[in-house]
């Protein structure tokens, strides 16, 4: 659902041509709700799509048609699927030796590869819900992390092995997993305990390194972060804030110092921040240089300055549902080539939107594709 369309979606944005094979009834996040609402149009665009019954022997054939003209070949099925479909790297390798693989996996090859992977699942059992929620309460992480960057991976991958193509003329498989990304995620927490011997705590319990380095609720109940993470910040942070006598306490001068005071310092900056405003408190902050961030909701983020002034969202014309055709703001790639972001080619695909176009560039007449999609074989 996300993680092989990311990795799709980063080439895509990049200039690939990506066809997306779906079900001739769609896929299935075309018609999710709630916390899903927002997959397809976020994930598909600059693709085509193309909708083919890969069940049917017709369909299988049209799909392997397709993959012998492409370059990348990217799957997000659980072991096993792909092969029998004559869809695996080792059957489409054979008539497409210069094929890169990218296959999305929720392990990688060995004892766990059976089991049936999701972003939730994969968080609980290697550390990142234990570190995100309090003691004794696993949280997962507020976003699809694993399945995004399980995506960004697997690109990665692609990458990297069109580039040994390039030297070596052959093309190989190349393979990403939710578990593994997951552990590389915590790999700076199995790192701690490593060099201290000490477990890591999880992070709303962790041992801060820093003094000043937390969220405040101030006037209005509105909440803020604050940080100094330097003794020079904290000097600069008390003359802004005007704390001379908490900048002149010998205890409090440097950063040890002042974590060994942490629970009585964090309790006298937050009773004297609680009548001053959020803005008021982000303003003194912004003109210091030091570090804050109001706390904000991710609609919110759809008036930031920043985004808007940069060119950070795109306009998008949703495909499904009630507001079919409806233009929306969505975030683009995170990068910069030649100082330009990577904009919107095509819109999220209507369901088949380019089955005709991609058939006929396969060499199926206008009346074969006809039968086709008469017969539900395509869509």
Same mark, same amino acid.
């Given at each position: 659902?996300?993680?092989?369309?990311?990795?799709?979606?980063?080439?895509?944005?990049?200039?690939a041509?990506?066809?997306?094979v779906?079900?001739v009834?769609?896929?299935?996040?075309?018609?999710?709700?709630?916390?899903?609402?927002?997959?397809?149009?976020?994930?598909?665009?600059?693709?085509? @799509? !193309?909708?083919?019954?890969?069940?049917s022997?017709?369909?299988?054939?049209?799909?392997?048609?397709?993959?012998?003209?492409?370059?990348v070949?990217?799957?997000?099925f659980?072991?096993?699927?792909?092969?029998?479909?004559?869809?695996?790297?080792e059957?489409?390798?054979?008539?497409?030796?210069?094929v890169?693989?990218?296959?999305?996996k929720?392990?990688?090859?060995g004892?766990?590869?059976?089991?049936?992977?999701?972003d939730?699942?994969?968080?609980?059992?290697a550390?990142?819900?234990?570190?995100?929620?309090?003691?004794?309460?696993?949280?997962r992480?507020g976003?699809?992390?694993?399945d !995004?960057?399980?995506?960004?991976f697997?690109?990665i991958?692609?990458?990297?092995a069109?580039?040994?193509?390039g030297?070596?003329?052959?093309?190989?498989?190349?393979?990403?997993?939710?578990?593994?990304?997951?552990?590389f995620?915590?790999g700076?927490?199995?790192?701690q305990?490593?060099?201290?011997?000490?477990?890591?705590?999880?992070?709303?319990?962790?041992?801060?390194?820093?003094?000043?380095?937390?969220?405040?609720?101030?006037?209005?109940?509105?909440?803020?972060?604050?940080?100094?993470? @330097?003794?020079a910040?904290w000097?600069?942070?008390?003359?802004?804030?005007?704390?001379?006598?908490?900048?002149d306490?010998?205890?409090?001068?440097?950063?040890?110092l002042?974590?060994?005071?942490?629970?009585?310092?964090?309790?006298?900056?937050?009773e004297?921040?609680?009548?001053? @405003?959020?803005?008021?408190?982000?303003?003194l902050?912004?003109?210091?240089?030091?570090?804050?961030?109001?706390?904000?909701?991710p609609?919110?983020l759809?008036?930031?300055?920043?985004l808007?002034?940069t060119?950070?969202?795109?306009?998008?014309?949703?495909?499904?549902?009630?507001?079919?055709?409806?233009?929306?703001?969505?975030?683009?790639?995170?990068?910069?080539?030649?100082?330009?972001?990577?904009g919107?080619?095509?819109?999220?695909?209507?369901?088949?939107e380019?089955?005709?176009?991609?058939?006929?560039? !396969?060499?199926?007449?206008?009346?074969?594709?006809?039968?086709?999609?008469?017969?539900?074989?395509?869509?």
């Amino acid at each position: 659902m996300v993680m092989g369309p990311t990795c799709g979606m980063v080439l895509a944005d990049m200039g690939a041509e990506v066809i997306k094979v779906e079900p001739v009834a769609g896929e299935g996040t075309r018609r999710l709700l709630g916390a899903g609402a927002g997959f397809f149009p976020m994930f598909n665009r600059n693709k085509k @799509s !193309i909708g083919i019954d890969i069940h049917s022997p017709e369909g299988a054939e049209l799909a392997r048609k397709l993959c012998a003209t492409a370059d990348v070949v990217c799957e997000n099925f659980k072991p096993g699927t792909m092969q029998k479909y004559g869809l695996d790297y080792e059957t489409i390798a054979r008539t497409n030796p210069k094929v890169i693989y990218a296959s999305h996996k929720g392990f990688l090859p060995g004892p766990y590869d059976h089991r049936t992977a999701l972003d939730e699942v994969v968080q609980m059992m290697a550390g990142l819900a234990y570190m995100t929620g309090r003691p004794g309460d696993p949280l997962r992480a507020g976003t699809s992390v694993n399945d !995004i960057m399980g995506g960004l991976f697997g690109a990665i991958g692609v990458l990297g092995a069109l580039i040994q193509r390039g030297i070596t003329g052959k093309g190989m498989e190349v393979q990403s997993a939710l578990y593994e990304n997951n552990v590389f995620l915590v790999g700076q927490h199995m790192l701690q305990y490593a060099v201290t011997g000490k477990p890591a705590n999880p992070m709303p319990a962790r041992d801060n390194p820093w003094a000043v380095y937390d969220v405040f609720t101030v006037k209005d109940g509105e909440q803020i972060f604050l940080a100094a993470v @330097s003794d020079a910040q904290w000097r600069t942070f008390c003359d802004t804030m005007g704390f001379a006598d908490l900048k002149d306490e010998p205890e409090l001068a440097t950063n040890n110092l002042r974590v060994v005071q942490r629970p009585r310092l964090i309790k006298t900056i937050a009773e004297r921040l609680a009548h001053r @405003s959020a803005a008021e408190l982000a303003s003194l902050m912004e003109k210091a240089g030091l570090p804050f961030a109001p706390i904000r909701k991710p609609e919110d983020l759809y008036d930031d300055e920043h985004l808007l002034a940069t060119g950070g969202l795109a306009d998008v014309k949703l495909p499904d549902g009630p507001r079919a055709g409806d233009s929306v703001k969505t975030t683009l790639f995170p990068i910069t080539l030649a100082g330009q972001r990577l904009g919107i080619r095509l819109h999220p695909p209507r369901l088949g939107e380019h089955s005709a176009e991609l058939l006929q560039g !396969i060499g199926l007449a206008e009346a074969d594709i006809e039968q086709l999609r008469a017969r539900a074989v395509i869509a």
